[in-house]
Every structure is written in C-alpha cells, then in structure tokens.
C-alpha cells in the first residue's frame, strides 16, 4: 500500500540528512553489543548497590564483575556503529558499484515529495505500517533489515516479478523477486533443492507478510510505468527455450541468451 513516510524514519532521515544513511543506521554495526552492555551496566550497578549495604567493598567488587564488561561492550558497540556510519557511502558503493556522484543523485530523489513509498502491515494485531520499498523516477530501494537498503537504478533491473513458489524450509514462501545486472555479473548460486543455478534479491520483510500478492503487484505497477520492457514472470521463453528464473542450467551464460549479449 502507498503510504507517507513514518515518523520514525522521518526522524532518522532529519538526523542524518540523507535516506540512504538512515536505512544504513537501522539495527547492526555494534548497537547490538552496545544494547547488550547497557544491560550489564545497569545490572551491576544494581547488584553493586544491593552487595554495599554488607560491603563497600563487596560492592565495588560485583559492579566492576558485571559493569566493566559492560562498559566495554557499549564503548565498542558506539565505537563500531559510528564506523559504520562514517563509512555508509562505501556500503552502497561496494553493493551497487555506483559512483558517489550517482548515490548523491539517488538520496536526493528518494527525500524528494515525488518519490512513490510502498509498505505493508508488519503486525497483524496491531496493525503498524512499515516501509517496505520506495520508488523514483530513477531508483529503486528495497528495505534491507540491518544491513541498510537494497539499491538499484531502474534501468539495472532486468527482471522483477511475484514469485510464491520459492523454495524454502517448511515449503515454499512468497516474495517479490528482483534480479539486476549486478546480480547477473555474479555466478549463480545453487538452489540446494532442485539444483538450478540463481541469484537475486527478496525483501525479508515482505515475506512474512499475509499481502505480499498485492503489495508486489503495487510495486510492479510503478515499475513498469517507468520500464516497459521489465521481465516481470518468473517463467520465460526466448527463442522457444524455456527458463524458470529461479532455476537456471548456467546463470550468466542464461542470461547472456535471454538478454541477447
């Protein structure tokens, strides 16, 4: 469902000035270890205050068992997310191969008002709303939980499509599909059930969810407004060859047929 953004992520955004940041700032990269030591802290100060009405000493002694690992873990977890946020262009450069001028571009259009914000209920009971992709003339991001975000150019993206019989433990699952040029360079990996050859991008957020079918097709509808000639099946022929995109003989030498390179 098109949606405004959130007012958590509107937050992160005015923090950091950039959308591509903020993404980059979500879960991982120390706070993890920083959040774990915050306990500790806060656990042997409580135990050093209960040990001190017996001992000053005893006290001093429980705090700096649970405290000290404590503060180190927050002083490492801040020292480790603050790299990672120093270094978020990197991320998107190394993922994307895009040049920094080019990430700029993409930051600018995804804050910009035109941009086209898609997202799904993430808790049934309650019903919050969450981002899940956001649409530009130019860009498409796809939500990357800790990571940050997947990010491509919509000319990249060779192919994107609604998939639900992706195989997966407990059976097959359900999610939008999205295979780019980046993705085709790679060698393919393995479906370890059927042995084809495959690569891509799902969103983790998507799949769990009960209106993946609609939010998928929503998302496709924008994408193919701005790229008519998207693959959008997973199930292909070219030249009366058949292909299932998910399970390819020869990933990048399929690819180079159907794209005809």
Avoid at 3 to 19: C, D, F, I, Q
Wanted: aromatic share 10%.
């Amino acid at each position: 469902m098109k949606m405004e953004m959130t007012k958590g992520l509107r937050k992160s955004v005015n923090k950091y000035g950039s959308m591509l940041k903020a993404f980059r700032g979500q879960g991982g990269g120390g706070q993890g270890a920083a959040a774990g030591g915050y306990v500790l802290l806060v656990f042997g100060i409580f135990l050093g205050l209960l040990a001190m009405i017996g001992s000053v000493l005893a006290g001093m002694i429980v705090f700096l068992i649970f405290g000290g690992p404590g503060l180190l873990l927050v002083l490492l977890g801040q020292s480790k997310h603050k790299k990672r946020m120093a270094n978020y262009l990197e991320f998107y450069q190394q993922q994307t191969g895009y040049t920094l001028e080019e990430l700029q571009e993409a930051d600018r259009e995804l804050m910009a008002p035109d941009a086209v914000m898609i997202g799904c209920a993430t808790d049934r009971s309650s019903g919050t709303k969450e981002i899940v992709f956001i649409i530009t003339k130019h860009y498409f991001l796809s939500v990357w939980p800790v990571q940050g975000a997947y990010l491509r150019k919509i000319e990249d993206i060779v192919a994107a499509f609604y998939s639900g019989d992706i195989p997966g433990i407990g059976g097959c699952r359900q999610n939008l599909f999205l295979i780019s040029r980046q993705e085709i360079r790679k060698e393919g990996v393995k479906n370890p059930y059927d042995r084809g050859q495959y690569e891509g991008f799902e969103n983790a957020i998507l799949t769990r969810q009960r209106h993946c079918r609609e939010v998928c097709n929503e998302v496709l509808d924008e994408l193919m407004e701005r790229a008519p000639g998207l693959i959008t099946s997973q199930h292909i022929a070219v030249k009366g060859v058949k292909y299932n995109l998910l399970s390819m003989d020869n990933w990048k030498r399929d690819w180079a047929v159907i794209l005809g390179e």
